[in-house]
């Protein structure tokens, strides 16, 4: 499991973004597994990071976020991306794959629900198909019409 797993999906993404954007100011391997370094913050502050491979919740950094706390924040996911040779080709890799899987799974619920409604549609007599779908239209005018209301 990547270090960056345990973080959120915001912390993650912003992570990555601090590392494109050259915000790792310092890094350095402290022991196998044990990185630390500078990164700096939006607010221009540079926070003082310790990641932990083996423990990610163990590692720290003194940003607001994190400080005190056992969290993965987006600095911490940074260094990583700086200092583990590869790691960013590897996450974007892990996105893709994900990417992938997700593609196939809608795919198939697609075909499937297109097949289930298929049978429902064939299965209704002439009547209980123009009923079905005037409540259908009726709906979609509702949720269109509120829906507009809304935003």
């Known amino acids: 499991m990547a270090f960056y797993s345990s973080a ?8 990555v973004d601090y590392f494109e954007n050259g915000r790792v100011k310092t890094s350095h391997k402290v022991s196998p597994g044990l990185f630390e370094g500078a990164v700096e913050g939006g607010d221009g502050a540079a926070y003082d990071v310790l990641i932990d491979l083996d423990h990610p919740k ?4 003194t940003c607001p976020f994190a400080s005190g706390r056992r969290v993965v924040c987006k600095h911490m996911v940074a260094l990583y ?3 583990v040779t590869g790691s960013l080709d590897a996450f974007h890799d ?3 794959e994900l990417e992938a899987q997700y593609e196939l799974a809608e ?3 697609r075909e499937d629900e297109l097949d289930r ?3 429902e549609v064939r299965s209704l007599s002439a009547k209980e198909a123009k009923d079905k779908l005037i409540d259908l239209l009726y709906q979609n005018s509702l949720d269109y019409r509120y829906r507009n209301d809304y935003w």
């Open 8 to 15: 959120s999906n915001k912390s993650i993404w912003r992570g």
């Open 58 to 61: 163990k590692s720290s950094c």
């Open 81 to 83: 991306f700086a200092s």
């Open 94 to 96: 892990d996105v893709r």
């Open 107 to 109: 795919k198939k619920w």
């Open 117 to 119: 409604i298929t049978k």
